[in-house]
């Protein structure tokens, strides 16, 4: 595995088995037999945007590790009075032993991770969300034993972190993705034809009745990404026929399998009656952040 995660694309495949075969053995042994790799450590948190799940299951897992976090509102730090990206980072890389940052600029991450020599975890910018994702695919792995072949619909706006990141991912471990969203929100053109990784296939459908059919999982993200709050009027009204409905879930097989990243906007995005379902697994999603974001950070910090 590379120094640090900022994006999907710095994992392979070799990464991800791994990633998985941790997981699964932190989840087994939580409470009862668990390591302590991060013995000694500290981690930093810095946090620009709201958070319950990536706060919480990173401190907790963290301390499960054996190590010790410590949590840092962008405005605590000199950081918020002009203190630049490049010193913060060269005198944090002094007291820490890794760094999980949220922000907005996807930019300032990979400039902050440019400075530090520990590694740099991004906990979601406006353009990724890996920890989020590289989840989802281990929770999809839990279910359906495999991802290469399996076909998923994200239903939504279809530019959003977490939608940039799943075309990542789908096309490293050869998933079949369908994005659905109207014009104005459907997904990068640069990720969609670029950015090659795997043998997976992505592409776009404005019907997201089509988009559903024959898929295995259902996901979706709200429609007002935290950042975008002054366009949320515009942006409900143009994504209301994206919400994902049991009208919508019956087009889809009965097998199939509804994800969510959370926190969910019940009433638009998804109804309670869907996300309340039994073919709903977001609750898992959100549990398996903890046993994931564990494998990640001692994979990172195995050689600190
Ligand atoms: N899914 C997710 O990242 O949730 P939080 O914003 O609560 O961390
Ligand atoms: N797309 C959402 C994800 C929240 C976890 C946002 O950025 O607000």
Not at 10 to 16: A, Y
Not at 105 to 122: C, G, L, R
Not at 160 to 188: D, E
């Amino acid at each position: 595995m590379q120094n640090d995660l900022l994006t999907v694309e710095e994992i392979t495949l070799g990464d991800l088995k791994e990633i998985f075969r941790l997981s699964a053995k932190m989840k087994k042994e939580r409470g009862i037999a668990m390591d302590k790799p991060l013995a000694g450590k500290s981690v930093g948190m810095i946090f620009s945007k709201s958070s319950t799940r990536t706060r919480v299951s990173f401190e907790v897992g963290i301390r499960e590790l054996g190590g010790f976090s410590i949590f840092l509102d962008q405005n605590d730090l000199q950081l918020g009075r002009g203190e630049s990206i490049p010193d913060t980072a060269r005198v944090l890389s002094r007291y820490l032993h890794a760094v999980v940052i949220r922000t907005f600029k996807h930019e300032d991450v990979v400039e902050f991770a440019k400075f530090a020599n520990i590694p740099i975890i991004n906990a979601l910018t406006d353009l990724y969300h890996p920890c989020q994702i590289l989840t989802d695919l281990f929770t999809i792995y839990e279910y359906s034993e495999r991802l290469e072949g399996i076909k998923i619909a994200y239903i939504g706006d279809c530019a959003c972190n977490t939608a940039n990141s799943l075309i990542l991912a789908a096309k490293l471990s050869g998933m079949n993705l369908v994005l659905s969203s109207p014009k104005k929100y459907r997904p990068s053109k640069d990720l969609m034809e670029n950015h090659n990784i795997g043998k997976g296939t992505v592409t776009w459908e404005e019907d997201p009745y089509k988009a559903v059919k024959k898929a295995d999982y259902i996901y979706t993200d709200v429609w007002v990404s935290m950042g975008f709050e002054e366009e949320a009027k515009k942006r409900k009204r143009a994504l209301k026929p994206y919400s994902v409905t049991q009208d919508l879930v019956n087009e889809a097989p009965s097998s199939v399998k509804i994800m969510h990243c959370l926190p969910a906007h019940r009433g638009e995005e998804i109804t309670d009656e869907v996300m309340d379902s039994h073919a709903s697994i977001v609750f898992d999603q959100a549990e398996n952040r903890l046993h994931v974001q564990k494998a990640i950070l001692s994979m990172l910090l195995k050689d600190e």
